[in-house]
């Protein structure tokens, strides 16, 4: 089964990712200098919003793609619906 993201989708999550590793860098670099600590929680908190939001995009690649064609393939159903079901888990922790 192939696996490449849309063109736009992985333009977009490459972009989120960029950001998100600039993010960590800014939390490294604040606990380093012992700023105050809603400072860094609220930076740690902006982290997790913007990885929510890469995930969302991966998501929706993995749905337009992987998942339209496994639906179309006996027992490849199964499995499509096996992994939404663990992502799903896996979110909601």
């Known amino acids: ?3 490449e993201l849309d063109l736009k989708l992985k333009a977009k999550a490459l972009h989120r990712a960029k950001i998100l ?3 960590m860098e800014g939390v ?3 606990i380093e200098s ?7 929680l609220r930076q740690s908190l902006a982290i997790q919003r913007s990885l929510k939001s ?3 995009l991966l998501l929706e ?10 639906m179309q ?11 939404l079901i ?3 888990h896996l979110a909601s922790r």
């Open 1 to 3: 089964m192939q696996h």
């Open 21 to 23: 590793k600039g993010q």
């Open 28 to 30: 490294m670099k604040m």
């Open 34 to 40: 012992e700023e105050y600590c809603p400072a860094i």
């Open 54 to 56: 890469l995930d969302e």
């Open 61 to 70: 690649n993995h749905i337009k793609s992987h998942v339209k064609l496994q």
């Open 73 to 83: 393939q006996p027992g490849q159903d199964i499995r499509a619906v096996k992994e």
């Open 86 to 88: 663990e992502i799903y």
